[in-house]
C-alpha cells in the first residue's frame, strides 16, 4: 500500500468514527500563524473527504496572522473558550413541544408519533411552564381511578371538538365544559330518579330523543350526542332555550368518553420542570437529574425559553466532542476542556508529550518538519486533494514563519520543496513572499512586558517539573533588552501565576540569527543544560540558536530526565 493508499484508508476511518459529528480543528493556546492556517487547512483537507469539519481557535491570533489572513483574504477560525459537553451538545426535541391549554391527547399523540418519554409545555413566547411525562400523566389518572368517576373543570369546548372531530349543534365553540361525566344508558323509570344528581352535569347518550329531552328539562350543562346521530329539531330548540350546550360526536360512546377525557388541557397532568441552561456542563446536568430523580431536563435560553430536551439516551450515548488537534500534542498546551474531548486527529511537528490518550485509533501524524503546515501540504497531495490558490499562498506563508524564512535550524529539505510548490500553486514568487513576511512578522512584536512574556508561551510538565518557555521572534533584540528588568519582573509574576518551578524568555534575533535568554525561578537546569552562567547577568547570548522546538526544549528534558 502506497502512502497515499494509506492516508486515505486513515481518513477514511476516521470519517467512520465520527459519522455525521462535526470534527472541532484547533491549534495550541496563543496560536501563532503555523497554528491558524493549519487549523484552516485540515479542516480543508477532512471536509474534501466528506468528514464535517469547523477550524476552531483558541484565544486571539497575533498581528502577523492578521496581517496574513487580510493578504490572502481568508476568515479567521472561529474562537472557542473549551470543548467540554454542554447541554446545547447533546439536547433534541426542540420542535418538539405543546402550549398551555392545548388537549392533553395532543401531548400523548406527540409522544406517540416521536418516542418520547417528556414532551415540553410552553406559554407565551416559547417560555416553559411545565413538562408533561409518561409519569405524571399516570399518577393523574391514577388519582381519576381512586375517585371512580371522569369529572371535566373549565375544559374548552375547542379542545373536544379538536380531538375528538366533533360539531356543535347549540351553544358557543369557545364555551366551557364542566361537570361530572354521565352516560344516559338507563332504563324507563329510573330517569325520574336520577334526575337531580345529573343536573348541571354533562351527559353523553346516543339517539335516543326521550332521553336527551328529560335531560335538557333535568338541567344538564352539555349533552353529547355520540355516533354521529342527528339531533332533531325539538331538541335543539329546547337546548337553545335552556341554554345547554348540545355536541354530536361521530364516535361512539365509549371512544367519546376517552376523548372527552383527553380533552383537559394537558398542564393539569403536568409536572414542575427541571430546567437547565443551555450552556450548562453535561456533567452539571448529570447531576442535577439525579439530585432531582428525574428522567429527563428541559433545556432553556436565558430567558426561559425552550431549546430543547436531555434525556437519559442523550446521557448514556453521548461522547466527548470530536476534536483534532494541529501545531501541538500535549493538553496543557491545548483548549481547556480537551481531556474531556474524543481527539480523534493529531498533526504535529513538535515533540510527543505523551499525555493524549485515546480510546480508539486515530490519525496521528506528527513529523520533524519545520511547520505543521509542511506535513498538512504533503498529506493534501498524497490524497490527492487540490488546495485553493488562496489557502495555498495561506500555508506558504505560515511555512516561512514557523521557519524564520527558511534560516531556522528546524528547515528541512522538505520545507524548502513546499515554500516553491505553494508559491508556484499561489502565483507569487518566493522573494515576494519572503518579503511580505518580514512586515508580516514586524507587526508581530509586542511591546508591553505581559505580552511578551504570555503571547506566546508553552508550559510544560516533565518528572514532576512544570515549567515554561516564551520566545518573542524580533528584528529590533535591543527595545527589549533595555527594559530588562521590567520584562523580568513580570516573568516571575507569571511563574507564580502559573506555578512554574521557572520560566524561560527567549528573545530570538530573526536576521542575525540568535537568541537573548531570561529566566526566573530554578534558573539552574537551564544554566546547566544551555551551558549558560545568569548569576550576574540579566540575560545569556546564544548564537545560533533560534528554535525553542529543537535547539532548547530538548536539552531542557535531557538535563531534568
Known sequence: MSAGEGLKCQLGMLRDLVGDREVIVVGHKAPDTDAIISSLTFAYLASSVGIKCKACRVGSFQPETRVVLEKVGLPPPEPIDDVRVRARDVMGGG???????????????????????????????????????????????????????????????????????????????????????????WGKGSEEARAEEIKGQILVVGDREDVQVWALR????????????????????????????????????????????????VERFAEDPLTVHESALLTEVKQEMVRAGVRVAIVVDELGRLKGIIGRAEL????????????????SQSVDGVEEAQVVAVVDHHRVGGDVETIFPILFRVEPLGSTNTILWRMAKECGVSIPARLAEAMLYAILSDTLLLRSPTTTPLDREAVKELADLAGVSLDEAVNFMRIAMAANEPSDPRDIVTRDLKVFNVKGVRFGIAQVLTTRPENYLIIYNRILETMAKVAQEKGLRFLALMITDGIDNKTYLMAVGDREPIEKALKIDLTNKPYAELAGVTSRKSQVLPRILKHLR
Open 316 to 331: 448514556v450515548g453521548e461522547a466527548g466532542k470530536p476534536v483534532a488537534l494541529v501545531d501541538h500534542n500535549e493538553f
Open 95 to 185: 420542535d418538539a413541544s405543546v402550549a398551555v391549554g392545548d388537549p392533553v391527547k395532543a401531548a400523548v399523540d406527540l409522544m406517540v408519533s416521536k418516542s418520547l418519554t417528556a414532551v415540553p409545555i410552553v406559554g407565551e413566547g416559547s417560555r416553559v411552564q411545565g413538562v408533561f411525562t409518561i409519569e405524571s400523566f399516570a399518577r393523574y389518572f391514577i388519582r381519576e381511578l381512586a375517585s371512580m368517576r371522569l369529572r371535566l373543570d373549565s375544559v374548552p369546548l375547542r379542545n373536544f371538538l379538536k380531538v375528538s372531530r366533533s360539531k356543535v349543534v347549540v351553544g358557543s365553540p369557545e364555551a366551557c365544559l364542566d361537570g361530572r361525566v354521565y352516560v344516559g344508558a
Open 218 to 265: 333535568a338541567g344538564v350543562s352539555a349533552l353529547i350526542v355520540t355516533g354521529g346521530h342527528e339531533v332533531k329539531p325539538a331538541v335543539r330548540e329546547l337546548a337553545k332555550a335552556s341554554n345547554v350546550i348540545v355536541a354530536v360526536s361521530p364516535y361512539d360512546t365509549y371512544t367519546t368518553l376517552r376523548l372527552l377525557d383527553l380533552s383537559q388541557p
